[in-house]
């Protein structure tokens, strides 16, 4: 049994899973949202215009794109801890599950050094984040011990 009260059998780890999630999608969504320096996987909140003599500039979805990435994610995860219900972990689960790989395989596709954020690790404005490959394994356990809870 959880120990944050929900209508069904939930695991304590899933919900510190949970909580883990919360703080990190929060805190890095407000301060992309503020500077989109502090973002870890688009290259310090930078692009590099290859079409345009190598030009570097502010890229313009980082702070868009963690304000809703981050935001959203937040409010499912914390909500689902607030009503307790399955469904809302289920909700919560799928759209981790969704977010984590999607970024998994954008970085694997799209940037030279990707791998290493999926499967090391790397420094975002709150430390040391293990590697995404790992948050997305973590989903896919919760899910499952949501789902025959």
């Known amino acids: 049994m959880g120990f944050i009260a929900a209508d069904f059998d939930v695991n304590s780890s899933v919900q510190v899973f949970f909580i883990i999630n919360?703080?990190?999608t929060g805190v890095m969504g407000a301060l992309c949202t503020w500077n989109p320096k502090f973002s870890p996987i688009t290259e310090n909140g930078t692009?590099?215009?290859?079409?345009?003599?190598?030009e570097v500039f502010e890229d313009p979805n980082v702070r868009a794109g963690?304000?809703?990435?981050?935001?959203?994610m937040f409010l499912v995860y914390l909500l689902?801890?607030?009503?307790?219900?399955?469904?809302c972990y289920?909700?919560?689960?799928?759209?981790?599950?969704?977010?984590?790989?999607?970024d998994c395989v954008e970085l694997l596709l799209c940037r030279k050094d990707g791998w290493r954020l999926v499967f090391i690790g790397f420094w975002s404005a709150l430390g040391p984040i293990?590697?995404?490959?790992?948050?997305?394994?973590?989903?896919i356990v919760c899910f499952v011990l949501v789902y025959t809870a």
């Open 47 to 54: 692009m590099v215009r290859k079409d345009r003599k190598d």
């Open 80 to 87: 689902a801890l607030v009503f307790g219900k399955r469904e």
């Open 130 to 139: 293990p590697p995404l490959a790992l948050f997305e394994v973590l989903n």
């Open 22 to 24: 919360c703080i990190w």
């Open 90 to 102: 289920i909700v919560a689960l799928a759209a981790g599950l969704w977010r984590e790989g999607y």
């Open 66 to 72: 963690w304000s809703v990435r981050g935001g959203s």
